[in-house]
């Protein structure tokens, strides 16, 4: 299985796709280009300086979980939120959202017609193509002010400064976990991937919030007076990065509105829906939880959890693709049952699993056997299993 295919997906994959189809094997002789992605910007009339405040989400994991808890906090304060996040679970219509839910399918064709035809518009690509993260991002942001939300938070698709969210200034961002991720476009060091994601980090960024502890590449990047979450479970810190970003804005930017009755971190908790992040879910009388971590603290973490909340005996179904730390994040699983699936297979490698291992087969058998499960893994992987138990995806609240 992969995400749920929407023709108006086309335009946004469009450029990518033709790139991919030109390059040889595995390796990348075709690349993303930043100077193509000014030339949309430009098109669609949008400046660095958006014309509401926003808020930017970046880091190695947790974005989305931050990325819905500034949403809803600063949907708590009274206004109308504009989200880009990415990726997606089922369906890339949850890439743009207002108030915490998805575009709807009417609007989204919309959104695809409107990207058409800015491609259409643009010189032909000759050295380098539009991203789909980018596309959404940019072609996201023009349709999400034309709908006239009065703030907006965004998630970096992948990178800081090599990603398109670069093209803007935000006066607050938040800083999720950063860790060694994509060196293949990064850079070959966390070093370089620490360098890439902060540095949106700018002289228009009033206030930086951050999960921590962050490794010394990053830490030493962090401006002196950054905020730093340094307490609780991950889901609960990144919960917080998110809050305290979106607390951040409004002070920034709102100062005139009321920040009393904001919601706190467990009161988010308890509000946010948010399936792939330590999500329960209920499967042929046994209980399944669905996780997208992808490095050993936040593996052991679920764990943790896992062995409260499961029965004995449970078995684990986990996707770590060679991008990431694959070693430590097993290390992590041991001494329990572990099936290694592989997803997305089309843009990942997972040598740790068999070619026939799919999320569906290792599904499958799961529930045959009857027992509960664990699985963890990448955004991929959680996202077809919850299309393969039809769980909602498109309302954070």
Known sequence: MTLRHDPADEPFFREWNNARRRETGRVRTITRSRARSALLQQHLGLTRDLPVPACLIVGSKGKGTAVAAATATLHAAGLRVGTITSPPLRHNRERIRVDGAAASQSDYEAVSRRAARALDCLPA??????PPSGMFT?????????????????????GGLSDDVSLFSYPAVGVTQIFSEHLDVLGGSLDSVAADLLGVIDEATER?????????????????NTVPIETGATLERNIRVGAETARSLLAVSFPDRPHQALPNARELADKLILPGRASLH????AQWCIDTSISPEGVADIRGRAERILRPGFRVLAAFPDVKDVEGCIAELDGLPVTFVGAGREYLNYTRSQAGTTTQKAAHDAR????????????SFAGELLELLEVETDRWW
């Open 138 to 158: 940019l072609v996201g942001l023009r349709w999400l002010l034309d709908a006239e939300v009065d703030v907006l938070v965004v998630e970096e698709g992948l």
């Open 208 to 224: 930086v919030v951050a999960f921590s502890p962050q490794p010394p590449q990053a830490q030493t990047r962090l401006p002196a």
């Open 125 to 130: 690509p000759h050295a380098g193509y539009l």
């Open 282 to 285: 209920a499967v042929d009388g």
């Open 368 to 379: 045959t056997d009857g027992c509960d499960v664990l699985a963890v893994g990448t955004q």
